[in-house]
């Protein structure tokens, strides 16, 4: 009889076993030898012969078969052959083709990218066809951006033969402002995929050169224009030009390091521009966090006298982790989890962090007495660029106000002595307006203010002129207080450690108190007694000792506190 069924259509590209079909007979053969015209394509084909109906004499042969993967790109086709007592009966066999398919890659696009570069980025692409080998390609406008690029393959689904690639590339970092892109295609069976990518330009447009402080993660860099120099006039206020004997500076600039923390911490150079499009970029040298001041000063200038210096504070901090003042309900303020300059966030000597006279954009070490490599720091009048201690002397700054900020700018290691018993101010004349235009959360974040890009140190609040309310207004005595020892701070909640930093003294710049009190700056001169009064030369803080706490003190401005930052 003709076999059952006389045909196999379409079968799959990826191959099948277990195919079979029936031929009845009445001859009482015992061997049956099928054959096929595709050897490479038909596989295992065998017949077995089982009785239909012994009475009558009635056979059934059933023949089986696999189909080979279809590697080749055209449909395949054979005939298997079953010859029984000289009559032979064909059945036909068809399989598709292995058409080649490449998903779209997963994902399509990589939007901006960090700017510091970033390492193990990754797409992936499915296909059927089994090339072992892949070659990806690199365009775009800024091809340079890749700093690696690998390619493996995975078996996805053997049955179907389905296989995916992984395709791995790294960016380096951007040291210009402008936003780079680039793709990487990778071409299969001459089906092109592209993927393409974007990274921002370092540090953001908005605030490049304007801060006076940058956060960078240990073993990256940072890059800025020097616009906050092109803001400083040669007095107490600021323009946009960088004056000199003849107009603007166009020439060029040298950078060099003031001091840092960590020996070897930084390493400063100057990657493009003159004049005010000079672009400084700094490269951490290891995995330490630390801090360090650099100063930018005219290149022929061989007393390398700064123009401006700019405070790098080496962290893994991305300013994610915040506490917003949940008693403060005139104003919302949402502040860092730890203190500027600190390298971690802890009731710790790390976590002290930065000192800072009020209104002045430089920081001086902090207490970490007792700690390698500090010692020297906390005792310092003033510091060198190797991380030990100085000797430029503690004094009391010029007699006018401009003379004292440019005093400020061109000695960021100078401890300026408060100037008489009467204000205690390391200026000449009070002046309420250096950290905050208004010396209120309302007014705008200054060219001395010494936080990143972002954020800005915490202002008052003025309610219907009559009053002013500190950032830290309505928080309670601390909850956990350890007096006196290196842990000695106050919590208020998650992300909410201040430590007890201590101080730096007025008269000569040392430090006390570490461990028994911290004060943080507001950027307002003290109201609280008289608003809006001119007689006030105090500067609005938060203070605390011993599990007390006064979130609305006054303090002397020639005194070294500690700083924590605010969103802006």
Same mark, same amino acid.
Request: net charge neutral.
């Given at each position: 009889?003709d076999p059952v069924?006389?045909?196999?259509v379409d079968l799959?590209a990826a =191959?099948?076993t277990g195919n079979?079909?029936?031929?009845?007979?009445?001859?009482?053969t015992?061997?049956?030898?099928?054959?096929?015209t595709?050897p490479l394509?038909i596989?295992?084909l065998?017949a077995?012969?089982?009785v239909?109906?012994?009475?009558?004499?009635?056979y059934?042969?059933?023949v089986?078969f696999n189909?080979?993967?279809?590697a080749?790109?055209?449909?395949r086709?054979?005939t298997?052959?079953?010859?029984?007592?000289?009559?032979?009966k064909?059945?036909t066999v068809?399989q598709?083709?292995?058409?080649v398919?490449?998903?779209e890659p997963q994902?399509?696009s990589f939007?901006?990218l960090?700017?510091?570069?970033?390492?193990?980025?990754a797409f992936?692409i499915?296909?059927?066809l089994?090339?072992?080998?892949v070659?990806?390609?690199?365009?775009g406008?800024?091809?340079?951006?890749?700093?690696y690029?690998? +390619?493996?393959?995975s078996?996805?689904?053997?049955m179907?033969?389905?296989?995916l690639w992984?395709v791995?590339?790294? &960016?380096?970092?951007?040291?210009?402002a402008?936003?780079?892109s680039?793709n990487i295609?990778?071409?299969?069976?001459?089906?092109?995929?592209?993927?393409t990518?974007s990274?921002l330009g370092?540090?953001l447009?908005m605030?490049?050169?304007m801060?006076?402080?940058y956060m960078?993660?240990?073993?990256?860099?940072v890059?800025?224009?020097v616009?906050q120099?092109y803001?400083?006039d040669? $007095?107490?206020?600021f323009?946009?030009t960088l004056?000199? +004997?003849?107009?603007?500076?166009?020439?060029?600039?040298g950078?060099?390091?003031?001091?840092?923390d960590v020996?070897n911490?930084?390493?400063?150079?100057i990657?493009? =521009?003159t004049g005010k499009?000079?672009?400084?970029?700094?490269q951490?040298?290891?995995?330490t966090?630390?801090?360090a &001041?650099?100063?930018? @000063?005219?290149?022929g200038?061989t007393?390398?006298?700064p123009?401006?210096s700019?405070h790098?504070? &080496?962290t893994?901090y991305t300013?994610?982790?915040?506490w917003?003042?949940p008693?403060?309900?005139?104003?919302?303020?949402?502040?860092?989890?730890r203190?500027?300059g600190a390298?971690?966030?802890?009731?710790?000597?790390?976590?002290?962090?930065?000192? @800072?006279?009020?209104?002045?954009?430089?920081?001086?070490?902090g207490g970490?007495?007792?700690?390698?490599?500090y010692?020297a720091l906390s005792?310092?009048?003033?510091?060198n660029?190797?991380?030990a201690a100085g000797?430029?002397?503690?004094?009391?700054s010029s007699?006018?106000?401009?003379?004292?900020?440019?005093?400020?700018?061109q000695?960021p290691? +100078?401890?300026f002595?408060?100037?008489n018993s009467?204000?205690n101010d390391?200026?000449p004349?009070?002046?309420?307006?250096l950290?905050?235009t208004?010396g209120?959360?309302?007014?705008n974040?200054?060219?001395?203010d010494?936080?990143?890009?972002?954020w800005r140190?915490?202002?008052?609040?003025?309610?219907?002129? $009559?009053?002013d309310y $500190?950032?830290w207004m309505?928080?309670?005595?601390p909850p956990?207080w350890a007096?006196?020892?290196?842990?000695?701070?106050a919590?208020?909640?998650?992300?909410?450690?201040?430590?007890?930093a201590?101080?730096?003294?007025?008269n000569n710049?040392s430090?006390g108190?570490?461990?028994?009190y911290g004060?943080y700056w507001s950027?307002?001169p003290?109201?609280?007694?008289?608003?809006?009064?001119s007689?006030?030369?105090?500067?609005s803080?938060?203070y605390?000792l011993?599990?007390n706490v006064n979130?609305d003190?006054y303090?002397?401005?020639a005194?070294?506190?500690s700083?924590r930052?605010?969103?802006?």
């Amino acid at each position: 009889n003709d076999p059952v069924p006389v045909s196999f259509v379409d079968l799959p590209a990826a =191959g099948r076993t277990g195919n079979a079909f029936t031929i009845e007979t009445n001859s009482a053969t015992n061997t049956v030898s099928p054959t096929t015209t595709n050897p490479l394509m038909i596989t295992n084909l065998k017949a077995e012969r089982s009785v239909l109906d012994a009475a009558n004499g009635v056979y059934l042969w059933t023949v089986t078969f696999n189909v080979s993967a279809n590697a080749s790109f055209s449909v395949r086709s054979a005939t298997i052959s079953v010859p029984i007592g000289g009559v032979s009966k064909t059945v036909t066999v068809s399989q598709v083709a292995a058409a080649v398919y490449v998903n779209e890659p997963q994902p399509a696009s990589f939007v901006d990218l960090p700017a510091d570069g970033k390492t193990g980025n990754a797409f992936t692409i499915e296909t059927n066809l089994a090339t072992k080998s892949v070659s990806p390609t690199i365009g775009g406008t800024t091809p340079s951006i890749v700093a690696y690029l690998g +390619t493996s393959r995975s078996v996805l689904d053997v049955m179907n033969g389905v296989y995916l690639w992984t395709v791995t590339f790294g &960016v380096t970092a951007n040291t210009s402002a402008s936003v780079r892109s680039a793709n990487i295609s990778i071409s299969i069976d001459g089906i092109s995929k592209t993927v393409t990518f974007s990274q921002l330009g370092h540090p953001l447009s908005m605030h490049d050169g304007m801060a006076n402080c940058y956060m960078v993660a240990p073993g990256g860099n940072v890059s800025f224009k020097v616009s906050q120099a092109y803001r400083y006039d040669g $007095s107490a206020s600021f323009t946009n030009t960088l004056h000199t +004997t003849g107009g603007e500076y166009t020439g060029a600039f040298g950078v060099e390091i003031v001091w840092q923390d960590v020996t070897n911490l930084v390493t400063p150079s100057i990657v493009s =521009g003159t004049g005010k499009d000079t672009r400084v970029n700094i490269q951490v040298n290891g995995s330490t966090p630390g801090n360090a &001041v650099v100063k930018i @000063y005219k290149a022929g200038d061989t007393s390398k006298i700064p123009v401006w210096s700019y405070h790098i504070w &080496v962290t893994d901090y991305t300013g994610s982790a915040t506490w917003t003042n949940p008693y403060q309900t005139v104003h919302t303020y949402t502040f860092m989890d730890r203190n500027l300059g600190a390298t971690e966030a802890a009731l710790s000597l790390a976590g002290r962090g930065l000192f @800072y006279q009020w209104g002045r954009k430089d920081p001086f070490p902090g207490g970490k007495e007792g700690t390698a490599g500090y010692a020297a720091l906390s005792k310092f009048y003033g510091i060198n660029q190797d991380g030990a201690a100085g000797t430029t002397a503690v004094r009391v700054s010029s007699s006018t106000n401009a003379g004292a900020i440019v005093e400020s700018i061109q000695d960021p290691t +100078t401890f300026f002595e408060y100037k008489n018993s009467i204000y205690n101010d390391w200026l000449p004349v009070k002046d309420d307006n250096l950290w905050s235009t208004n010396g209120m959360a309302s007014g705008n974040k200054t060219i001395y203010d010494p936080c990143p890009a972002g954020w800005r140190v915490p202002a008052n609040v003025v309610i219907n002129d $009559s009053d002013d309310y $500190s950032p830290w207004m309505g928080v309670p005595a601390p909850p956990r207080w350890a007096y006196g020892s290196d842990a000695g701070g106050a919590n208020w909640g998650t992300n909410a450690l201040f430590p007890a930093a201590g101080r730096r003294f007025d008269n000569n710049g040392s430090i006390g108190y570490e461990g028994f009190y911290g004060v943080y700056w507001s950027a307002s001169p003290h109201w609280r007694a008289s608003p809006f009064s001119s007689s006030s030369n105090y500067a609005s803080s938060l203070y605390f000792l011993s599990g007390n706490v006064n979130v609305d003190s006054y303090n002397y401005r020639a005194y070294g506190f500690s700083v924590r930052c605010a969103q802006e």
